[in-house]
């Protein structure tokens, strides 16, 4: 009898050391219940979404309180407010906890089905359980994005001149207004656009006819989305719809939907690198839920989100890097999107900097930054001096020292690439060959934008990343000698015309 | 005793619920047994060509007979067929089954070790089983894409202006004609070739020397492939070599073999899109090979097979779509291929169409659609409505509206930046700069080509499944406006000449 | 009693079929005892770069000693020497067992806490244990690629004119000199830098101040890398780090990191081939640590390793390719690289050719072979022959056949499309339209070198691996016939100038 009892515990060990994951999780922490609004919320979403009811069923907040949360030791939790309000602090974080709050910041908010509903969460709303992560967000370049190409005259220029639709007459290119949804599917989409209201519509639904709020600039969900309560920014663009997964954020692939080649290489460079080579390799095998997230445990080599958001430990919980929602906030330059390189600015709405041609970019034309908006020297080293702590963790030091001085010289050099092109177009200019009162509607001034926006950028992420394609025979080296050589003679030809 | 036999009860249901799902079900449906040829194909081949063998043997077909696939419930049935032969019900599906049928069709018949075996399985042969499948899938454009090419001058044109050897003598290029090698390995890759018997060879082997038809352009497996039979396409272009895996089949890595980017950039779209990031970061999670596949449960977020042809249903079985293997018959509009986008053809063989120019195009040179070949308006909405109930299983009906809001823009503006270039082109062949005679053979005219065959269509495929990097930097807006200015020069350019 | 025991048996299977590999494999062979020195480093190095010691834990080498892996039959060896001695025999391969070896070689040799230690672990180390590897990697051009590049004059030009930094005066372009940083960056990032020492240098770490080896031109992985020892290659480049992965080395991304798109695109090709197709559909179900390789069983469809050097068997044994290190070795052709297609070259060091215009090229510019150094037509064939073995595991003979002569057409006439490129440019150069004494340094030249450097290149090897899109509209025949057109008519600019 005893015996039996024996092989039966024997047995039960046995299932759960090989029970997958999730479901011991499940058990560990005895689910939530859901609020009797969730509730039936769910029993009509079920049926006629059962993809959406799926994806929050699968989620940690179908089966986590908020009280829950805060049982965990602190480094382990994922949540950042220890005043959660009575009424939502033992409930399941279901439909309408997130869907029901600040119902006066909302115009979308309408009656459903006998509840009051936001249809766009944002992250004001989310900061009821995560305001640290709301609040970091907030600062960073991300979360201004929008304001950062509309607000900008040079930005909003070239936007304009790529989106415009054109249409041609005796062999010349005109150019009308680009349209809003145009803009909404190109920059603006990772941008985010301006969610607003404009009154309610009837929609015909499996359940008949149901009156909505009418949005417009929608369906987006861009990093600096303005949200219809006045708010920036869109935490589903990283941890999508409702899973709100951390495992997803911190794939390459979600910071890859918009930090793609040409302008932004950063994921196709990645991937090319010996980091993203072992990723491909291993990524199976990794825990990525685990918070902290610990080096060479539960990861093998740097993701996106290693480098740049996470909080990182050792196995036995030494802190190596703090958790940030202010992307830019562990680097010390900026790579991309203007035309020289440049110290990271002090703010993220960038829209704000005036350069000492009276131009709203972080550089002259020349090259001379507008150091009052970007941070100093000092700053620069410290950040260096913590973000080489991560790299050490699995590289000598001497590894890293030399991989940050290589970086320090493709940012030199890749500057001075763009310098020239910037001389061949000042030449042109200086004949009349082309026009500067726009820089970006001409042939030559175009391929004078892809030696800076595609070309100068492959190259210092190539170099920060190390992917050397991205740095010669693609889109790197290669790209911007064959450049200036095809705009001096293009220049050549425009003389002859 | 009693409590022992409990014991052991328990211990096999652990061992059941941890087991791999390919064992389970490998033991519920008893292998079938190999039929008497089979096991003699089975016996050489496993010498001669383990990975074969190996690979059917993973296969369903292998552990299948037709009799057990009947068994199951009608919704999970991968056969279509209630009326298999006597001599095919009872066996495992294997070698001998599917290369000995209708050998009087097969100039690719030929008697190999005693038996008289096809060398080419077409989908003639696999519709004894399955006849739906085959029967949709023969009215696709699939199915006709070797004469949608072959037999359409204008394409025809193109293609010889591709592929013709080039030569140049005084700065001048000429072209010899293009082999057929070179177009089996490039457009007629994917689109399929014609693959004849010319009489027989000997081969050595490692057996020794055997006697096999002689094929001619062979291998190919593209989707309209055909067959010596005369029977269109190739099921394992999708369905790969002798697993005929559904799992592979379902994946988009199969799709992206032909439709990828410059000129069908789905597949690149796809996976920078939000449904290609929770795919990628969630595949391993998934039910690859469910009958029917239930949305938020087996899958998490549609791949091509979701939205173009699986049988989807919810967890408890409510259908959202029905399964096809016509792979347009669920959409309204066509995006890629042709200078302007238009409502789908009526016909899979698009090479009948004649426009009021007398091209054999679905629009004219101006955009002037051919209706009477393209599908009516009303099926149009029809289709959108239906693909529409898709998209609401996991979004709410507003951003499904706004969606497709957006994709009818970017149609509408992405036309407008082909016939800006087409004005262009006419500008030049108006002043004899260029020649009409020939779409596609000189510098300008492939500039006008790649407009429309990657730009525009780049700019629709991002509309369509929200990848904004295509829309925008990446073959998107950037370079039709970009190409549009280097026409213009070009042509100014020639002008000077 | 009795059938407890049975059942406690029985619930042990259950739990031994279900365990993961490694945890089974790790109680088969008893991990092997660590030297004391290893021990040592660990205790520190666990502290301060925790990512590396949890590496090398993670690694075969932490828990195998030689003496162990020369236990295992001969054909699932992964060591190739017999002849281990004493000291290394019975210890697991830990940090000091590689760092500590021919010290007098060695000038990156510095003391360290006690224990004089080398920085760079080489070929000539890791062959203590794996002569057979070394020996053939030695002879590989892989090993010789630092020097294929930087010896050869021609290929000197072309990277010092990609790489050298530009200014721009007066419309005119100038170059000054390319930085070894750059240079280490770009094209000797893969190619490999030489690493050499300068003294030493005091750098402060966590634990205090160290005085280390003053290495230049580090970090550095690349293939050819010249390392302080004097010895060729870095192993680590494929088998990266303190895992030593085979499972890495035989993923495509090891390779992917290198070969890729615009000038070696045979990963970007593997990806959209068959092939690939199923290696991503269904790679996470393979075994990809076996030794030997079992074709259709350990993996279902080739990677870059099973064609071109991983030993590979049937499920029962028999070889079908033996193991190589030297990657070329099986190859009979060469596809890429250089101006026109040729045999294998004899030796790895392709700088000592010698070409009947006197250039260290393969061919002439007209496209004459070096026969005297390359291999026979005797030898071409034996390779292909053996080559074909692999293919018929899975494939008819008709289907090999047919392939590689749908390969010798591809090369025929991509030759013949880079033969019409250089008829333009000698047509240019006879007329003073352009200067040939640099090859590479004016617009229309870096035009034909992209004709045989990515666009026959690409075309080739679209062939070789069934990629077709590669072949066609992305980088294949449309744009070596659309660059014939644009050299044609700059060239007609030019003239106009």
């Known amino acids: 009898m005893k015996r039996c009892v024996l092989t039966i515990m024997f047995s039960l060990f046995c299932l759960m050391s090989v029970l997958p994951r999730w479901m011991i999780e499940a058990q560990e922490t005895r689910p939530a219940t859901v609020s009797e609004q969730t509730q039936s919320c769910i029993n009509c979403h079920e049926l006629y979404s059962p993809g959406m009811a799926m994806d929050w069923r699968s989620s940690r907040h179908a089966r986590t309180s908020p009280a829950q949360a805060l049982e965990k030791p602190r480094l382990e939790q994922r949540i950042s407010s220890q005043a959660i309000p009575e009424d939502l602090r033992n409930h399941a974080v279901g439909c309408y906890e997130c869907h029901s709050l600040n119902p006066s910041l909302h115009p979308d908010n309408f009656e459903h089905f006998g509840e009051r509903i936001n249809v766009v969460v944002s992250p004001n709303d ?55 949804v145009t803009e909404g599917e190109t920059c603006y989409n990772c941008h985010g656009t301006r969610v607003t209201v404009s009154g309610t519509k009837t929609i015909t639904v499996d359940m008949g006819d149901v009156e909505v709020p009418d949005l417009e600039n929608w369906p987006n969900q861009g990093v600096g989305r303005i949200n219809p309560d006045g708010s920036r920014g869109a935490c589903t663009a990283c941890h999508p719809r409702h899973s709100f997964s951390i495992e997803i954020a911190r794939q390459p692939y979600t910071c890859g939907q918009c930090h793609l080649e040409p302008d932004v290489p950063s994921y196709n460079i990645y991937k090319e690198s010996k980091h993203g080579n072992i990723f491909d390799s291993k990524k199976e095998s990794w825990t990525w839920d685990a918070v902290p997230w610990r080096v060479g445990y539960d990861f093998k080599t740097p993701t996106c989100a290693v480098c740049h958001n996470s909080l990182v ?14 992307f830019g906030s562990r680097l010390w330059t900026r790579l991309f999107g203007l035309i020289y390189s440049h110290p990271q600015p002090k703010s993220g709405a960038t829209y704000s900097i005036i350069n000492s041609d009276g131009l709203p970019l972080p550089t002259t034309l020349a090259g001379e930054p507008a ?27 001497s590894w890293a020292d030399g991989h940050f001085a290589q970086l320090d010289s493709a940012i030199m050099e890749s500057d001075g690439m763009v310098l020239a092109a910037t001389q061949l177009m000042q030449h042109a200019w200086d004949r009349d060959l082309a026009d500067p009162s726009n820089l970006f509607d001409e042939a030559v001034e175009q391929m004078w934008m892809e030696q800076w926006l595609f070309y100068a950028n492959s190259i210092r992420y190539a170099s920060a990343m190390a992917g050397p394609d991205y740095a010669g025979f693609k889109n790197g080296w290669w790209e911007a000698t064959h450049n200036l050589k095809v705009i001096e003679d293009h220049v050549r030809f425009l003389k002859d015309d």
Do not use: W
């Open 126 to 180: 989310c900061q009821m359980c995560h305001p640290v992560e709301a609040l970091e967000y907030g600062e960073s370049k991300k979360a201004h994005a929008y304001g950062n190409l509309r607000n900008n005259p040079v930005y909003s220029t070239l936007v304009e001149g790529i989106l415009s639709l054109k249409t041609a007459a005796n062999g010349r290119v005109a150019a009308r207004k680009a349209s809003v």
């Open 313 to 326: 430990t050792s196995l036995t919980g030494e802190q190596i890097l703090p958790r940030t929602h202010d």
């Open 371 to 397: 150091s009052a908006y970007l941070i100093s020297q000092e700053e620069q080293a410290g950040r260096q001096t913590d973000f080489k702590r991560l790299c050490r963790s699995c590289h000598g030091s």
